[in-house]
């Protein structure tokens, strides 16, 4: 069973565990330098991340046209696309080297630091959330 500190903690939750994917998408990047036509790969979080926020704030601002259903009978339009996760595409604009592979240490290195400070932002943010919801269950507990 799960609950809901906040909807902040959730949205916290959710980027946490996108860093973390990117992270491990990096890494493979750069395990895979030497590897002929390796392509270097990343994830689009930002979509899944837009997607969980309207879930939890009851955000609907889609100009997505609803399918009509005239007759009980009739089946729901299916939804290709699953928003709700993240994405794994293949970087483009990369220079492909004679190899195939398309991978470059200076961009996984700088991606990597940048996910890395990300990663303790969201932590540090996520401890903040929950020292605050401590000190009401403190407080409340003295009265």
């Given at each position: 069973?799960?609950?809901?500190?906040?909807?902040?903690h959730?949205?916290?939750?959710?980027g946490?565990?996108?860093?973390?994917?990117?992270?491990?998408?990096?890494?493979?990047?750069?395990a895979n330098?030497?590897?002929p036509?390796?392509?270097?790969?990343?994830?689009?979080?930002?979509?899944a991340?837009?997607?969980?926020?309207?879930?939890?704030?009851?955000?609907?601002?889609t100009?997505?046209?609803k399918?009509a259903?005239?007759?009980?009978?009739?089946?729901?339009?299916?939804?290709?696309?699953?928003?709700?996760?993240?994405?794994?595409?293949?970087?483009?604009?990369?220079?492909?080297?004679n190899?195939?592979n398309?991978v470059?240490l200076?961009v996984?290195?700088?991606?990597?630091?940048k996910n890395?400070?990300?990663y303790?932002?969201?932590t540090a943010?996520?401890?903040?959330?929950?020292?605050?919801?401590?000190?009401?269950?403190?407080?409340?507990?003295?009265?």
């Amino acid at each position: 069973m799960s609950f809901e500190i906040s909807k902040a903690h959730s949205m916290l939750a959710a980027g946490m565990s996108a860093r973390a994917m990117r992270q491990e998408l990096i890494a493979s990047n750069i395990a895979n330098i030497d590897t002929p036509y390796y392509k270097a790969r990343d994830i689009d979080f930002e979509t899944a991340l837009v997607e969980k926020e309207k879930q939890l704030y009851g955000i609907d601002n889609t100009n997505k046209l609803k399918m009509a259903k005239t007759n009980k009978s009739h089946m729901s339009g299916y939804n290709i696309i699953d928003n709700k996760k993240a994405t794994i595409y293949l970087r483009d604009g990369m220079t492909q080297r004679n190899d195939g592979n398309t991978v470059d240490l200076d961009v996984e290195t700088t991606e990597l630091s940048k996910n890395a400070i990300m990663y303790s932002a969201l932590t540090a943010a996520l401890k903040k959330d929950s020292m605050i919801f401590k000190s009401v269950l403190d407080a409340s507990a003295k009265v």
